[in-house]
């Protein structure tokens, strides 16, 4: 009994304070993805990539944006988003306190404007990603890309055309009547 | 006895259960009153039983969720928590509703893990109604495919009100709009994808990013300071991938 005792007040309190505070994870912990709304540039490979349709994109046409949607409520923390992502946008934290009261509050949204081709006014891609890729080819040693915007903006069917219809190859456009 | 025939929306769904009023301000008291342990009974709907494995995990000495006076017990009729985890299958809409039934009011449920909260990976699956709050009013939900048994924790202490919701919902702002920072562009495009992709296919798609983004942010800031690197990590299987990154580096600098 004594030597019991002694056992116990020699002892020291060797509980956490969890969940109180939060305790500390491993360095490649996959907890809450983070999704930094600037670095995105709405192209849903992360869509794609999502096993579970946590994430979802939907076109609004007629406020002309695409609204980015993730539900963390369905998210299964495998880290396919934050593969594929070029743009390094999305980054599993190693934030794991995510239980909530209400169920919206596990809604994420992001809306990016979509970019109208210059020859037929329809939206083709996102106007953010367009941008993207600009920047990417100036960085790699294109000089006045801002000159050339109007052909980036222009969707394929309507480069197509473009590309057959000038110079001097019209008859090219009678003969492949039916195709395009 | 529960009406398991209840109404049913445009969707041929069944409504949830709604829980009335008085209940509502006899649940809020309920834990301000509460001179003793809660007392949890769980529901198994259909889950995967990873669920199970994590909340066995939460009551082990390691994390012993009994020391906040959380009790696991075998029969909802002692039951204050009730704790549903998976999809919700057809099977077992009935069982979770007799369990439900059986729970004295007033009573906290408490939706467990993404199949829990929306059906998970699961959700669209023909025979499953997707998540707890389709057949019943759930007042916590916790995320997770597993939840940690921390994160568990901290759900039990949310839902007894020991402490604050800490995420909030987050709209659409102004800096969805911002131009993006392009990564490494002092390091030509196809020779960033060739290292990212290397990294990846030797060290796994997590790791392999962490290691391309700092040997190329070592490259650009001088020879030395990749040596420095990997000498400071001491890791034979990191200085193999860098290795490995670097003869791709050098390759493309003879060419």
Known sequence: MFTFLKTALRGRVVTDSDPVHPLPVSSHFRGKPEHHSRQCIGCAACVQACPSNALSVETDLSAGLLVWTFNLGRCIFCARCEEVCPT???????DYELAVWDK????????????YCRGCGQPFAVQKEVDY?????????????????ETFETCLTCRRQNSLLSGGHLWAERSLKGIF | MHNF???????RIPEPEESEACLQKLK?????????SAFVYRVDCGGCNGCEIEIFAALTPVFDAERLGIKIVPSPRHADILLFTGPVTRAMRAP?????????????????????????????LYCVWGGTDKILPVDVYIPGCPPTPAATLYGFALALGLLEQKIQARPASQE???????HHPLIAQ????????????????????????????????GSGSVQQWLREEDDPRLTEIVGHLYGLVQGERER
């Open chain 2, 176 to 182: 969805d709009v911002l131009p993006p920072h392009v």
């Open chain 1, 104 to 115: 919206s509050a596990l809604q994420q949204q992001a809306h990016f404007p979509l970019c």
């Open chain 2, 190 to 221: 196809s020779l960033r994808i060739r290292i990212e992709r290397m990294a990846r296919r030797l060290a796994g798609y997590r790791y392999g990013r962490e290691i391309s983004d700092a040997f190329m942010q070592k490259l650009l800031t």
């Open chain 1, 133 to 149: 890729v600009m920047a990417l080819i100036e960085k790699n040693g294109e000089d006045d890309i801002e000159s050339r915007r």
């Open chain 1, 88 to 94: 390094a946008a999305i980054r599993l934290s190693p």
């Open chain 2, 96 to 124: 979770a509703l007799r369990a439900w039934d059986a729970a004295p009011d007033p009573k906290i449920s408490i939706s467990f893990g993404a199949c829990g909260n929306s059906g998970g990976i699961f959700h669209d």
């Open chain 2, 28 to 36: 809020s008291s309920l834990l301000r009153k509460l001179k003793r």
């Open chain 2, 5 to 11: 025939i209840t109404d049913r929306d445009a969707g």
